[in-house]
């Protein structure tokens, strides 16, 4: 069974970063893709980065240049590096791997940017 866990989410005034962290039981990660996606209530979860099973990230125009997205093959996770966080950044954030043609997403993890 493959299980997602983000962490690192939390209460962040804007201009400042945060890491965002995902590990993964039943999946290597390495071998499959990876992405970030985010979720306001009422709205439709959003990609903000993903990176293939080769290691090529992509982002989109939104978020390019503040979002990075990487992974640590000896610990089996990805993070999402996010830089100068803007208000219109909160959101809850979730990780997805693409296990075997299906969609697998963590838990989520709150992402707020207040001062």
């Known amino acids: 069974q493959v299980r997602l866990v983000e962490s690192g989410g939390g209460l962040v005034q804007p201009g400042g970063s945060l890491r965002l962290s995902c590990t993964a039981s039943?999946?290597?990660?390495?071998?499959?893709?990876i992405a970030w996606y985010r979720q306001v209530p009422g709205n439709q979860r959003e990609l903000v980065a993903k990176i293939t099973s080769a290691g090529i990230p992509t982002y989109p125009d939104s978020v390019k240049g503040r979002f990075t997205i990487a992974r640590e093959i000896s610990k089996n996770a990805a993070y999402l590096q996010i830089d100068n966080l803007r208000p219109e950044d909160t959101a809850v954030y979730y990780c997805?791997?693409?296990?075997?043609?299906?969609?697998?997403w963590g838990q989520g993890t709150q992402v707020t940017v207040s001062s």
């Open positions: 039943g999946v290597i990660f390495n071998t499959v893709p």
């Open positions: 997805n791997a693409l296990v075997r043609g299906l969609n697998t």
